[in-house]
């Protein structure tokens, strides 16, 4: 969750640019590969330990920000139990489970996503769909261990 500090100054959301089909961060792909697009990176990119380049921003509540952030886990809520009524392929049922796992750190739906996963036809998509679980399994277990 974005905070902000008082003493830091403001976030400049604008100077993040976003790629090709508008995600902040998500790397910029052409039509063809939109399609075939499936998360190649762990969950969260790990920061370095040094303490002066961890920084947590703190946003204040009531600001449009926090409304949108309150937005997003009452969709995630109501979304995760509908999933299993979407008409999709099983390349798109991983990608949508995988976003929710991302969005909402819910790795009770990693065996979803791992569910999913085996029921896709092309086994270099499904090589691919399998390495993100992992991702998502370590990154899960590395809070796990960092927590204890």
């Known amino acids: 969750m974005l905070t902000q500090d008082a003493g830091a100054p403001p976030v400049d959301s604008s100077a993040i640019a976003a790629p090709a089909g508008g995600t902040p961060g998500a790397p910029a792909m052409n039509d063809d590969a939109a399609s075939d697009y499936i998360m190649t990176e762990p969950h969260q990119t790990a920061m370095p330990d040094d303490a002066s380049v961890q920084q947590e921003v703190t946003i204040p509540a009531g600001t449009p920000a926090d409304d949108l952030l309150t937005l997003k886990q009452q969709a995630l809520q109501q979304l995760s139990p509908l999933v299993g009524h979407l008409d999709q392929t099983p390349e798109e049922k991983f990608r949508t489970t995988m976003m929710?796992?991302?969005?909402?750190?819910?790795?009770?739906?990693?065996?979803?996503?791992?569910?999913?996963?085996?029921?896709?036809?092309?086994?270099?998509?499904?090589?691919?769909?399998?390495?993100?679980?992992?991702n998502e399994i370590n990154y899960f277990t590395q809070q796990h261990e960092a927590a204890a």
Not at 106 to 111: E, P, T
Request: net charge negative; glycine share 0%.
């Open 100 to 134: 929710l796992i991302q969005a909402s750190d819910d790795q009770s739906l990693l065996k979803d996503a791992y569910a999913a996963a085996q029921q896709i036809a092309d086994e270099k998509t499904k090589a691919q769909a399998l390495l993100d679980v992992v």
